[in-house]
């Protein structure tokens, strides 16, 4: 399976067509940035936690987006709520593990919320995904020379056990699924430099999955949306803070050109 | 009632003298680009939530901010706290029901806290003024033919209600109150795609109500500055990102010649 | 004591080689401009508050950094359990008394902390390190003629009860110790039109004690590294809006010469 300049771009004109509601329960740093970004490519952003309110938003919405960045219990019993319903509605669950590995905290309630939630994608970077599947990965085959590889393996492992799209992202971003590995290779190399670039790649992510019932695909024109943006942001960027100013721009700007030109998988 | 240059450009001169001091109980989202926001126009912004002091802050500033946009039950207690308080001291309090109708615990919540705290200002879009109106107007009027014109007819029930101004925001903004409805047609057609300027829009309220104890004038007066900082910022913006920084530059710059040119009511 | 171009820019390349760690108990309205300027300036931000993980998290940094913005006293008890495993682990603590003297919960939080804690810095503005002072400074000296002097003397006052370094920032920035003070003079006067450059100038405290155990001389070269990328910054500004995009490229940016060519003790 591949993905094209068509391809990509036939979702990103349906995003903006449609504006599906992307139901964000996500972390205080990234919350005016992603709802920004979804807003630039056409999406519908809102952010809920309240647990009286979480089933209803999640019950508007046409994906769920859950990121743990500033995890606390309060927030995690909404998510556990909020996935519940948007499982029994059969809309798309996004989950950024972020931090997994860094706390005993983090890693175990990513893992919970995948477990309980069947998500359509998760996404993180290597040693997220990596520390997901550390009590399942306990031997690494001698081929995982790199952490790059390790990650993979881990997330084909993550992608088997839980029937979903894993999204590994870094300089290149590895899109693992049950049948396939996508690899897109965009970007800027000061993205990393901007705080949250990799939670708005997991709303991106739910946006795509609103209206790509392939979540494969779905997420690999995310992926490939990301790091478009992030060149033609990187382009006139004097650092981090114009980056992420011209970022928004981008996505707001992104026509089908510059996909055909920029796209390299 | 008008407002015109002169009047605007008055309270903004009286603003930037007086660096009002604006507590705002907000969404997470928002938090800093309205606290960039009024600080760029001149206002001192605090943000404070925490039960055992929202009354002593509420008590220190000229003008009290409720936004629900991320509500949680914590945070609506502290809600009700401080609009006692700034109720009790007869200081101005400014309600955003961000995102009334999308679920019941916001449009409640809305409702309570209006009831509770009579605010000087309700600052919404049309479905949300509708929203907090629906229990009132079961029947609508015949000449009600548009969204707009049925925000309208909410928006007037509501200042009848609870003899407040009530400001819906749109591509021409009313200004209504109990005796008359003021129109304000400023504003760029990009500005919906940057988050949270309707939650800035009820914060320069708060910042002008501070300064100006005729409400429908402040409101306005808001509503006119909102307006034409986003049309100077959209002239030079690449889009959003640019948008939102250009806006909060223009809110600084913002001079009598500028409101004189661009101001349309 | 002094400091200099060439001892602050050998701190500026230490973090940009080691990249620490910081970890942020902060408040909502600076979360996303903080980290993006640690991440702009080299370090490595991470913000989280939950109780169950601040230990864990604390106990892998390299400095822990706490600031009471927008306090609650679920977000308290974190700050006292992160501060008790740094204390521990012996890594710096910041503390930030972000609205000391605002309100008796700030006065009262930001004194219990830093009996607590024992931090290695307080950044705060003259009032709010006055408000610190105030049981234990009744008497102000008749040398004391400006609020600038009282801070001083408060200043000392703390910096002697606590055996730390405390950085009172504003026009000229004084960086008070049982020894010795050291005076800044960089900055923009536009800075404090932008929210949080406060909150960014204690996280940049963080990441210099993290790499430098002369909390002074660490202090120090964050306050002219805060103040010089200020004054990069506004070169170009506009406004507000444009100064605070323009201070993370600086900070992004800064080389041995811009320090050279600016510094200002």
């Known amino acids: 399976m591949t993905i094209n300049a068509a391809s990509i771009f036939k979702d990103v004109e349906k995003i903006r067509k449609n504006a599906p509601l992307v139901h964000n329960i996500t972390n205080y740093v990234v919350m005016n940035t992603t709802a920004n970004a979804l807003l630039a490519l056409g999406a519908s952003p809102v952010m809920a936690h309240a647990l009286p309110e979480v089933e209803e938003m999640a019950g508007i919405a046409g994906a769920l987006v859950i990121n743990i960045g500033t995890l606390s219990d309060a927030w995690i019993e909404a998510m556990f709520k909020a996935a519940k319903t948007a499982k029994a509605r059969q809309i798309p669950i996004v989950i950024d593990p972020v931090g997994a590995g860094a706390t005993q905290y983090r890693t175990r309630t990513a893992r919970q919320l995948i477990q309980a939630s069947a998500p359509s994608i998760i996404r993180g970077n290597g040693s997220e995904i990596m520390a997901l599947c550390q009590q399942d990965q306990k031997t690494k085959g001698v081929d995982s ?121």
Chains 1, 2, 3 share one sequence.
Not at 145 to 152: R, V
Not at 204 to 225: E, Q
């Open 145 to 265: 020379t790199s952490a790059s590889d390790q990650a993979i393996d881990s997330a084909k492992a993550l992608a088997l056990e839980f029937g979903c799209v894993v999204c590994v992202t870094g300089e290149t971003d590895y899109i693992v699924s049950q049948k396939d590995i996508i690899q897109v290779k965009n970007g800027h190399a000061m993205m990393p430099r901007v705080t949250g670039l990799g939670c708005t790649a997991t709303a991106l992510c739910g946006a795509f999955a609103a209206i790509n019932p392939d979540y494969s695909r779905a997420a690999a024109h995310a992926m490939a949306v990301m790091g478009i943006a992030g060149e033609m942001a990187g382009e006139n960027a004097k650092g981090p803070g114009t980056l992420q100013v011209n970022f928004i721009d981008s996505l707001y700007q992104l026509s089908k050109t510059h996909i055909e030109e920029l796209f390299n998988a």
